[in-house]
């Protein structure tokens, strides 16, 4: 195949079983830093053009179109200096493991990114903000950013082309709501993460109050193959109305859960039951969460929608970081909330209302309800909640997402609910998987 | 000299703060490497999580000692970096065993039957989470999803990934781990 031949499979095209296909050698030969030195003939804002004519969306989970977020960055001699890049690869939501996939396996591929991010808009220093229990992808992007320095890739006059540029790599403490891209900024400044009230929103006044660009580190990954070979071809990848490739995921009790690289607009059906292989032996269907723990339910009607931002955001759920998480007929629904609610109630930092009380009190609900000592009014109760952590109320998106999972579970699960308080007990109870 | 503060070890009723006599000093290594976070950042609280990260890594964890000698170096009020290292996931305020062990809770993992894995390391263990075993050789702190779902259930100790536990592989795991901090001791 000729390296230059437009590819399918942009992302993935790189990772090969080869334990070594990280490096920098094995990158270049596939064509790796390419889409770089491609930008380093154009001028930043023809890059700039690029990017927002290849229509490409955020791929952290709220998908805002890159371009058009770029866009706000003051530039010109007067603009304010330095100005910072930064890769948000602090992977934390429940069921989302295709970052840590692109870190370990192709950390060139991200700094490459980074740096075409960097030239596009004349920063200054980039950073790679990334979860500190990534041990592995820790150490491979530490020495890729040396590979890049010793291979003249950063540092001064990157390429004889006078652009400068240097890359760090900041290893999080561990919150969730480090991905919050003000909060992010707050860690790094090395403060509590609690996000920031925005306007001014980071483009502007960022890190240590300079303009700063957080994007996802699959975002950045797109950046080389859409300067490389073009808007057009990048629009062209996707099924539906959504330019591009995307990592869907699938984890829960199916055959083969996994990480697969698939044009955007991919049916969900195709993820579960094709790439996934279906449900394990023994076990049905019962729903799934389309895009990690913060979305909303889905069940089997909607197993047709094709995974594209406009057409699952139709059916009442977002694509999110497009790992899906699926739910089995063995596995208490109201278990699974209980899960995840906990898990935000445990991560929310703490600076607002409706998220620092409300969510140990939807616990606390669902605890009850679970161990059979709920009441009908707990049904009421907890729609209320849902409500009080509407967007709007809260200073960031952490408490909306915590009650997606728990608002639709309310509208398709609402049988087990009821089953449950009428019963006083979980029906679940015999489930090999639940109360062990 | 200002008073520190110990949070979560007053019992009720007692006066919250507890003034610390206990004085240490910074290593060399844990100079330099501080040193050298201080020179990326323009203020020197830009460096307190990477400090504290530091002190862990060569004490296993940050008392109230050390954060009074880290905020003599760096020039940073104890109170503003103890609401950092309070705040965050992986930095311990208090002693911690050889090994810490990190299964995973997220609801992948769950889903895969992680709970169990959980009660099982408690179990043999004989702690709960939070807790250190009396021989100082296990500390057991769930953490939410570790981003390894497609080989769930998982968990981290030691920097390394153990993937697809059931409740037979927890045994020979804990013993792995035991011997290597058994090395390290």
């Known amino acids: 195949m000729s390296e230059q031949q437009a590819p399918s499979n942009p992302l993935t095209r790189f990772i090969t079983d080869d334990e070594n296909c990280w490096t920098l050698e094995q990158y270049q030969t596939h064509g790796g830093y390419d889409g770089l030195k491609k930008a380093l003939t154009m001028t930043s804002p023809d890059v700039l053009e690029t990017i927002k004519q290849s229509g490409l969306r955020g791929r952290g989970g709220a998908g805002f179109p890159t371009g058009l977020k770029w866009s706000f960055v003051p530039q010109g001699d007067d603009a304010p200096s330095p100005k910072y890049m930064i890769v948000n690869a602090d992977e934390m939501e429940p069921g989302a493991f295709k970052d840590r996939w692109l870190l370990e396996k192709s950390p060139h591929q991200i700094l490459e990114g980074l740096i075409v991010g960097g030239f596009t808009l004349q920063a200054d220093i980039g950073y790679v903000f990334i979860r500190g229990d990534y041990y592995l992808a820790i150490e491979r992007i530490e020495k890729a950013i040396q590979e890049c320095y010793d291979a003249g890739l950063l540092g001064k006059n990157i390429q004889g082309s006078g652009f400068d540029y240097d890359i760090h790599i900041h290893t999080s403490a561990g919150r969730y709501i480090c991905g919050e891209e003000t909060a992010l900024i707050n860690s790094l400044e090395g403060k509590r993460a609690n996000p920031r009230a925005k306007p001014p929103f980071p483009q502007v006044a960022g890190l240590w109050g300079k303009p700063t660009i957080v994007n996802n580190v699959e975002t950045f990954c797109n950046l080389p193959h859409i300067i490389n070979f073009g808007p057009d071809w990048f629009k062209g990848l996707g099924r539906c109305k959504d330019a591009g490739t995307k990592i869907f995921g699938v984890s829960g009790r199916v055959k083969t859960p996994g990480l697969w690289e698939l044009p955007m607009g991919t049916p969900i059906r195709e993820l579960i039951e094709v790439h996934g292989g279906g449900m394990c032996d023994g076990y049905k269907l019962k729903g799934y969460l389309p895009g990690g723990g913060s979305t909303d339910f889905l069940t089997e009607e909607h197993l047709d929608t094709p995974m594209d931002y406009d057409e699952i955001g139709k059916v009442r759920s977002r694509m999110g970081t497009g790992t899906i998480i699926v739910l089995d007929d063995k596995y208490c629904p109201i278990e699974m909330v209980i899960n995840l609610v906990k898990f935000f109630a445990q991560e929310s930092c703490g600076w607002c209302t409706p998220c620092r009380e409300g969510l140990p009190w939807g616990v606390e609900i669902l605890e009850k309800i679970e161990q059979g000592r709920g009441e009908m009014c707990d049904i009421e109760q907890l729609e209320a909640l849902t409500r009080f952590a509407a967007p709007g109320n809260t200073f960031c998106a952490l408490a909306p997402g915590a009650v997606e999972p728990l608002q639709s579970a309310l509208n398709y699960y609402r049988d087990d609910f009821i089953k449950h308080i009428e019963q006083g007990c979980c029906p679940y109870e015999a489930g090999e998987h639940n109360h062990d | ?185």
């Open chain 2, 1 to 185: 000299m200002p008073e520190l503060i110990q949070p979560n070890k007053n019992k009720p009723g007692q006066h919250p703060i507890i003034p610390t006599n206990e004085t240490v000093e910074l290593s060399e290594s844990e100079i330099k490497q501080i040193n050298d976070a201080l020179h990326h950042v323009p203020f020197a609280s830009g460096a307190s999580i990477d400090a504290l990260k530091i002190i862990q890594q060569h004490r296993g964890w940050v008392s109230d000692a050390c954060l009074k000698a880290l905020s003599d170096h760096m020039k940073v009020s104890t109170a503003d970096l103890d609401a950092v290292a309070t705040f965050y996931n992986l930095i311990f305020r208090q002693p911690v065993g050889k090994v810490v062990l990190h299964p995973c809770d997220g609801i992948s993992c769950d889903l895969m039957g992680g709970k169990k894995i959980r009660k099982c390391l408690s179990k043999k263990l004989g702690i709960g989470n939070g807790q250190t075993t009396a021989d100082d050789q296990f500390t057991l702190i769930p953490l939410p999803c570790l981003g390894a779902c497609d080989k769930a259930p998982v968990m981290i100790a030691s920097e390394k990934l153990f993937e697809l536990m059931d409740e037979n592989s927890v045994a020979n795991i804990l013993k792995d781990l035991s011997s290597k901090a058994g090395d390290k001791s």
